[in-house]
């Protein structure tokens, strides 16, 4: 069996039937890459109704809401210096994890939850292949402006993860792994959100939206699930307008089978030979990992790419729909990324931050 470990060792936020205000922390199991989670071995049996009921509830931690003159402490806090610095959640002490088991929360079929909002702008820079042969074969893939780096600090240190905007009645969302907002069992929140659309070499072109409210669920928090290694994040207008105003969005799909035949994953990986400055992509056919619900990709992107978007049905080169977000990746054998698909719950959770 493949060994595998998360993408970013950053927090995942825990759930609750009732949400529970707490500090933010970052989520450990999946985000880090650079050292290994323990091994899992395939899950034969699925988890009973009572038992996915309570890793499917929601917990949550609230931010600022500021006014949009004001400079916020973590606009503040997330200068240029800082955010090029930041590391890795992997560089965090790995977790202990289970793998992404089968759910009975799982629909029979694809869901639309949200459709896509395509930004009217477009960003000039390009983004790069993760792999030289996928680089040689693909024209000029724009930078997404629905897709970034979302900065966090946690135990006194700064890091990084990926994220993307997802259309919502709030036009306010942003969707990451679980791991990159809380920092799984026995651990806590991360602290500081602060999202970068767009984010290349350094620079922000649309600017730091900083946050308001964070979810996951407590199938992360408590018990390092990677089938609910899913978050979202409710940001601050900026300016007067909204993330997704601003930005454009991408759609939203539960239930959709890990089998897929195209599918463009984005990232911000940080860890040698990536430096973390530049957005990267993947391009394939999903295969499904033996034992679990997991998709898998083969892609070379490592600690920092975790909470990036994987697409389909993409309306453009940079929009589509999220079936899926990445959580880890394999540690023997070709490079290869791990996403659960969105099941039931992650639209329970979506709707509840609205």
Known sequence: MKKHHAL???????AVACLVTSTAAMSAVAGPMSAPDQAVAPVST?????????????SSVRGGEQAVTTTTREERYWTQARMSAATSADE?????????????????????????AVPSRAVTAHARGATASMAAKKGPVRVPTTAGKLFFTYG?????????????????????????VHSGPHAGWHR?????PAYYNGRAPYGIWTWQRALTFRGWADSGRFDYDQAFIAVNPKNG???????????????????????RVFGWPAERP???????????????RSGSIDATLGCAMNGGASGGPWLINRVNDTVGYVFAITSRRTL???????????SLAVKNLYQSIG
Do not use: E
């Open 156 to 180: 006194g240190s700064d890091y990084v993860c990926s994220a993307s905007s997802v259309n919502s009645r709030s036009k306010s969302l942003i969707m990451t792994a679980g791991h990159c």
């Open 192 to 196: 500081n959100f602060a999202y970068a």
């Open 92 to 116: 965090l002490p790995p977790q202990r994890a289970t793998t992404a088991v089968p759910s009975a929360a799982q629909p029979k079929k694809a869901t639309v939850v949200a459709k896509p």
């Open 274 to 288: 990536f430096t973390g400055g530049i957005p990267y992509y993947c391009d394939g056919r999903t295969g499904k």
């Open 8 to 14: 970013t060792r950053v927090g995942v936020i825990t």
């Open 46 to 58: 699925a988890p009973t109704a009572g038992q996915d009921a309570a890793a499917a509830a929601v």
């Open 241 to 263: 307008v909204r993330l997704v105003n601003r930005v454009g969005g991408n759609g939203l799909v539960v239930g959709a089978s890990n089998l897929q035949k195209s599918v």
């Open 332 to 342: 023997s054998g070709p490079p290869t990324l791990l996403a659960a698909p969105n």
